[in-house]
């Protein structure tokens, strides 16, 4: 796994393949591609970074898994995004067909320290308010 931990967008990967995982789907190039709309191409060379990072591994037919490490990251990056959508709906009562799109936004820089404090005021976040 990288020392500086992870971009941006490979956070965006990790949670996209988190949630393939948690709805029963198969992990693979192919549904990382539909589930974000983005290319074939473009998938695969940052599958091929998630692999060298650390994060994932793939199997002989081609599906993913997380390394343990990877699966522990991924799960720490969607319950970031959780929590930020529970305190937009249940503290700020944004309408909860509104909070995805302003988590995407401030989930990937916000402190240990103010994810604490959020965690104080709506509890662990478990699922999301969709």
Known sequence: MSADGATVAEEEYLQS????????????????????????????????????????????DKTIKFTDSGMQFAER????????????TDVLKVPWDEVHEQAESLEHGMSPALEERIRAAVGDAKNCPH
């Open 77 to 88: 990056v969607v319950s970031r995004h959780r929590l930020i959508e529970r305190f937009l």
């Open 17 to 60: 393949l988190f949630w393939l995982k948690e709805a029963g789907l198969v992990m693979s190039a192919a549904n990382v591609a539909r589930a974000m709309q983005l290319s074939a191409p473009t998938v695969h060379e940052m599958v091929g970074r998630l692999e060298r990072d650390g994060y994932i591994a793939r199997e002989q």
